[in-house]
């Protein structure tokens, strides 16, 4: 089993920055692909940005030039920098992460999820 902890979310105002951290723990063999999503209240669940393990990178085209995703693999942890942050990226933003485990069974995660708030 696989879990996942996210922290670093709040209260920032408008053009203001934070720093989401998410850590995996458990029986993990290697983690492949990591991402961040994110719910707005009465939308769908929708990706923000995503890493593999050679750390190459996907972003949604609203959060290019603004957000920065990267991952610490000997932790275990992915990161999600959010600069210029606007009332629209104002949401719960979920950690995924996809891999193996040491016993040889694929394994998809999510983390409890963060509220992230932009506001003046």
């Known amino acids: 089993q696989v879990q996942l902890v996210e922290s670093g979310g709040g209260l920032v105002q408008p053009g203001g920055s934070l720093r989401l951290s998410c850590a995996a723990s458990g029986s993990i063999r290697r983690i492949n692909a990591m991402g961040w999503y994110r719910q707005a209240q009465g939308k769908q669940r929708e990706l923000v940005a995503a890493?593999?393990?050679?750390?190459?990178?996907n972003y949604a085209d609203y959060v290019k030039g603004r957000f920065t995703i990267s991952r610490d693999n000997a932790k275990n942890t992915v990161y999600l920098q959010m600069n210029s942050l606007k009332p629209e990226d104002t949401a719960v933003y979920y950690c995924n992460a996809e891999g193996l485990t040491y016993s040889s069974r694929t394994f998809g995660s999510w983390g409890q999820g963060i509220q992230v708030t932009v506001s003046s």
């Open positions: 890493i593999t393990g050679r750390a190459t990178t």
